[in-house]
Nanobody
Framework: QVQLVESGGGSVQAGGSLRLSCAAS????????MAWFRQAPGKEREGVAA???????RYADSVKGRFTISQDNAKNTLYLQMNSLKPEDTDMYYC????????????????????WGQGTQVTVSS
């Protein structure tokens, strides 16, 4: 049974920073492709940042230069450092995992992932 548990969301003013964490269970973590998605009510889930088992990363254009995805394999934890936050970054953020290597071109595609966390809310005020 794979479980993903996000934490670190909250409320911040525009220009501020937050770091999201995703603790993953399961021995297959080291071979996983992992990602962060976000979703606003009534909208489709959007891929924000992803990292594969080789450490290759991919970012949505809207967050390039502001967000950084990283992982600590020893702790089975995925992170998303979010800097220079904007009101339009307000969303529910979800951690996702696929315990296989996802091709780079598909890293931000929702259908590439089998496992999802429950989400953590990020609210950025102007």
């Amino acid at each position: 049974q794979v479980q993903l548990v996000e934490s670190g969301g909250g409320s911040v003013q525009a220009g501020g920073s937050l770091r999201l964490s995703c603790a993953a269970s399961g021995d297959a973590y080291s071979s996983a492709s992992m990602a962060w998605f976000r979703q606003a009510p009534g909208k489709e889930r959007e891929g924000v940042a992803a990292i594969d088992s080789t450490g290759s990363t991919r970012y949505a254009d809207s967050v390039k230069g502001r967000f950084t995805i990283s992982q600590d394999n020893a702790k089975n934890t995925l992170y998303l450092q979010m800097n220079s936050l904007k009101p339009e970054d307000t969303d529910m953020y979800y951690c996702a995992a696929a315990f296989r290597r996802v091709p780079w071109r598909l890293l931000l595609l929702q259908a590439s992932y089998n496992y999802w966390g429950q989400g953590t809310q990020v609210t950025v005020s102007s």
